[in-house]
């Protein structure tokens, strides 16, 4: 199947700090990535949908100055956690398709914010 | 809003038996479910893609599509240890979205 690469697996950072999330297709590309955040013992929320070249999409509450998408090739998205803070302590995964209908997700990235 | 539910569990069977996961969803228009496995820390890995009424089958897995009731399920045959997981119901929505149910938590005693 398709893969997509995640890096980095598990990042600690200071209050305040910002953090980048890269999400790539390794074997395809991909015009459409998708980050979701998942807290413990809870379902994936889908937060955003990254186009590239274009403006990503974020869904209703989500905050789009604090977490900026750039999605500027056919083969990566990055995330960008800003001014994080211990709320936004949380594991955050991209998925990407191949086609409409199939998405495969990224490996996760564990953020802990201290 | 669109929503799909699922029963938290734990579900708890006997290794070798039948595993039965159910999954509700409100949007009718949906035209695309999704079975995903997720370990503990570890991204969801997909199991099942069912798009029509009926039943589909690969290996142990089966999955079970009413559209008219708004209803999927999975069935996990000869369950064994290594099934134990969490088991996200996903739908996708007309803008190619997937919303996830909040997972129903496996077990698979030995």
């Known amino acids: 199947g398709a893969v997509v690469s995640q890096h980095p697996s598990w990042v600690i950072c200071k209050s305040g700090t910002s953090v980048k999330i890269e999400c790539r297709s390794l074997?395809?590309?991909?015009?459409?990535m998708f980050w979701y955040r998942q807290f413990p013992k809870q379902s994936l929320m889908l937060m955003a949908t990254s186009n590239e070249g274009s403006k990503a999409t974020y869904e209703q509450g989500v905050e789009k100055d604090k977490f900026l998408i750039n999605h500027a090739s056919l083969t990566l998205s990055t995330l960008t956690v800003t001014s994080a803070h211990p709320e936004d302590s949380s594991f955050y995964i991209c998925s990407a398709g191949q086609g409409n209908e199939k998405l495969f997700f990224g490996s996760g990235t564990q953020l802990s914010v201290l | 809003q669109k929503e799909v539910e699922q029963n938290s569990g734990p579900l708890s069977v006997p290794e070798g038996a039948i595993a039965s996961l159910n999954c509700t969803y409100s949007?009718?228009?949906?035209?695309?479910f999704f079975w995903y496995r997720q370990y503990s820390g570890k991204s969801p890995e997909l199991i099942m893609s069912i798009y029509s009424n009926g039943d589909k089958e690969d290996g142990r897995f089966t999955a079970q599509l009413n559209k008219a009731s708004q209803y999927v399920s999975l069935l996990i045959r000869d369950s064994q240890p290594s099934d134990s997981a969490t088991y996200l119901c996903a739908v996708m929505d007309s803008s190619y979205k997937l919303i996830f149910g909040s997972g129903t938590r496996l077990l698979v005693r030995p």
């Open positions: 949007d009718r228009g949906s035209q695309s």
């Open positions: 074997d395809f590309q991909a015009t459409t």
